[in-house]
């Protein structure tokens, strides 16, 4: 291990010094000099993910797909994943971010200590073992993890959120690429989150860019083209690809059904919703209605029942979550992807980037 972190603090440095640096010397910002090291860490590791996909991930998906992906259209949607990914493996959504949020969390940090309230480290819980590097890495790892269930669980129950995080579910070609397939709205309320729990646990630099990476790999590989799974044991070990197809399937992944009132139930099967004994019409198109008594959330009356925002799989890199309060579904099967009114209401999520960018923005105001 230790011979790798040399070699790879060796090429940060080697390109520190031949491109980085001089680069900050001609734009005259050499205050940046140890920011810009690290986002050269961050660059470096954004490439060795992108090979990995292409020499590893991208085999698996040629061997073993769930999905043919031929055709000019599923070709160019997976184009625009690629965009996706490079935009944020490679730096660039990060390099925003630092020109833009950083200074804000370091003013209200900064304040936090001035008025004597300092990082709490979690490693230092019990000295001389909790402060070990793979044992602190591993319960940093946890941590990230159960933040990071919940706050996608906010992203599919609460309904301003899901209005933005339903770009990420609309993609019917889901491949390796697809995990950073976004709102960039999106992308900065989690990456706030992770920044301010990191800087309230007090993660080391060098584990947090290890802990984020390991995730982003983890992550593309769940959203491959691969009919994979880790068998019965493995699948409650680890996320597998089978696991986050599930959570992506049209129906399962992002609806709960609910019990409707009898009332609710008539105006259902007269909308075609619930066929009626004998019925031979298809049911028609879902449609929007109002939240039951006593509930907030919109409900949705589709071609099999009443639905609310929920859903299965939330787990990012552990399934232990999902098993813990009570979403995770464990079923072998590989359903199609996307978000339901894609099909019944062939609603537009955009074909290209800014597209998609801007009717996120219309949805979230409720405008598109």
Known sequence: ?????????????????????????????????????????WFMIGVLQVIILLAVIGP?????????????ADRASIRIDVLYTLIHRLGLFRLVLFFTLDPWFDAAFGALR?????????????????DQAVVSLLIYLLVFDFVAYWTHRGQHQLEWWWRLHSLHHSQRQMTMWSDNRSHLLDS????SVVVVVAQL????????????ALTQLSESFQHANVR?????????????????????????????????????????????AFPSVGATEPALPGR?????PGGSEPHEVGSVGVFKLGGKNFGVLLPWWDMLFGTANFELRYDPTGVRDQVERHRDYGSGFWSQQWLGMKRLFGRA
């Not at 972190?5 to 001089?22: D, R, S």
């Not at 900065?188 to 990456?191: F, G, N, Y």
């Open 60 to 72: 698996l998906q040629r061997w073993r797909p769930v999905e043919a992906m031929d055709s000019p």
């Open 228 to 272: 994979l799974w880790f068998g019965r044991v493995g699948e409650r070990l680890w996320v597998s690809p089978r696991f986050h197809r599930l959570h992506h399937s049209i129906g399962i992944g992002h609806e709960t059904p609910v019990l409707a009132s009898p009332i609710a139930v008539r105006e259902a099967t007269s909308l075609g």
């Open 1 to 41: 291990m230790d011979w790798m972190t040399g070699i790879f603090a060796g090429v940060q440095g080697w390109l520190f010094q031949a491109l980085v640096q001089p680069a900050l010397f001609a734009l005259d910002m050499s205050s940046l000099f140890e920011d810009a090291y690290a986002a050269t860490a």
């Open 201 to 212: 646990i007090g993660v080391a630099s060098d584990q947090f860019i290890l802990i984020v």
């Open 188 to 191: 900065i309320l989690i990456d």
């Open 114 to 130: 001035t008025a004597g309230y300092g990082t709490f480290h979690l490693d230092q819980l019990w000295p001389g073992v909790t």
């Open 288 to 292: 929007r209605r109002s939240a039951p």
